[in-house]
């Protein structure tokens, strides 16, 4: 069983030593802002209403609503930790404001095409901000490691399980900047 504050020990995303830059998109950064706020005002209040409406009941022994409430008041408070340690160390960057796009950068949306002539497109996000379903991919993954700071036509090596693989840049997309 993992100690109770593994994650909050952390000074870099998992995997990463400690110093390494934690990226963020702006959205990423709102994101868990608004995490945050929820669980703290929103949930926290609300468990924390049950437990104590629990704790007047008598017997806490085999009182389930307290039991169940101060375990998830330790769920929440651990989240809380962890997202505040996350919030204090984050680096914001703006896709949008990368005056260099004709490189893979940050918080680019790139398509490249594999060996097997198979087209992909991925957008190279924080840590926290992956998903499988967008393509949202962490900057520090092995795709988005071969493709940083390539361009169009440019070819990487990406080592999969498979062995590696010759990947060609095709586009390079950044999100438009607020007028």
């Known amino acids: ?52 409406w629990a704790a007047a009941q008598g017997d806490r022994s085999e009182n389930a609503d307290y039991q169940y409430g101060k375990r998830r008041l330790r769920e929440i408070d651990r989240r809380v930790r962890f997202l505040r340690k996350r919030l204090e160390k984050v680096q914001v960057v703006d896709p949008a404001r990368q005056t260099r796009r004709d490189q893979v950068f940050f918080g680019a949306t790139v398509t490249y095409v594999r060996e097997d002539d198979s087209e992909q497109t991925v957008t190279i996000v924080g840590v926290d901000e992956t998903d499988g379903a967008l393509r949202h991919i962490s900057w520090v993954s092995p795709v988005a490691r071969a493709l940083l700071g390539k361009r169009v036509g440019d070819t990487a090596k990406l080592r999969t399980p498979q062995g590696v693989e010759e990947i060609e840049l095709l586009a390079i997309e950044y999100p438009q900047e607020p007028r």
């Open 1 to 52: 069983m993992n100690a109770p504050d593994d994650d909050d020990d952390d000074d870099a995303p998992p995997g990463l030593p400690p110093g390494t830059p934690f990226y963020m998109t702006p959205a990423g950064h709102a994101a868990l802002t608004e995490e945050l706020r929820a669980l703290w005002y929103d949930e926290r209040t609300k468990v924390v209403a049950i437990v104590s």
